[in-house]
């Protein structure tokens, strides 16, 4: 099993900045985390990639966020942080932590998914 714990989000004016963080918990040995990243999804709109890290070392953001937005790990082996800045009223929705996990016994990889943490940006 792969637990997802964020943390992070809230309320900024626009300009602002946030830092979200996400914390993977592995039980077992069957699984390997290939790569975490965030998803925002807006009232009314599609689930968004946001930015995503994978463990060889590649990164990948959305054009929208792009130099405004880091993804990095973070001190814990399954740990990733996203820092936001710039924040716009467009970058307001629910975040969402992802890991894409090999797990061994299917052979297959898994996406696990965090609760969510809101993310309003307002004056």
């Known amino acids: 099993q792969v637990r997802l714990l964020e943390s992070g989000g809230g309320l900024v004016q626009p300009g602002g900045s946030l830092r979200l963080s996400c914390a993977a918990s592995?039980?077992?040995?069957?699984?390997?985390?290939?790569?975490m990243g965030w998803y925002r999804q807006a009232p009314g709109k599609e689930r968004e990639l946001v930015a995503e890290?994978?463990?060889?070392?590649?990164?990948n953001y959305a054009d929208s966020v792009k130099g405004r937005f880091t993804i990095s790990r973070g001190i814990g082996e399954s740990t990733v942080n996203l820092e936001m800045n710039s924040l716009q009223p467009e970058d307001t929705g629910v975040y969402y932590c992802?890991?894409?996990?090999?797990?061994?016994?299917?052979?297959?990889?898994?996406?696990?998914w965090g609760q969510g943490t809101q993310v309003t940006v307002s004056s």
């Open positions: 890290i994978h463990f060889g070392g590649s990164e």
């Open positions: 992802n890991a894409e996990v090999y797990v061994r016994y299917l052979a297959s990889e898994v996406d696990y």
């Open positions: 592995k039980t077992g040995t069957m699984f390997t985390i290939n790569a």
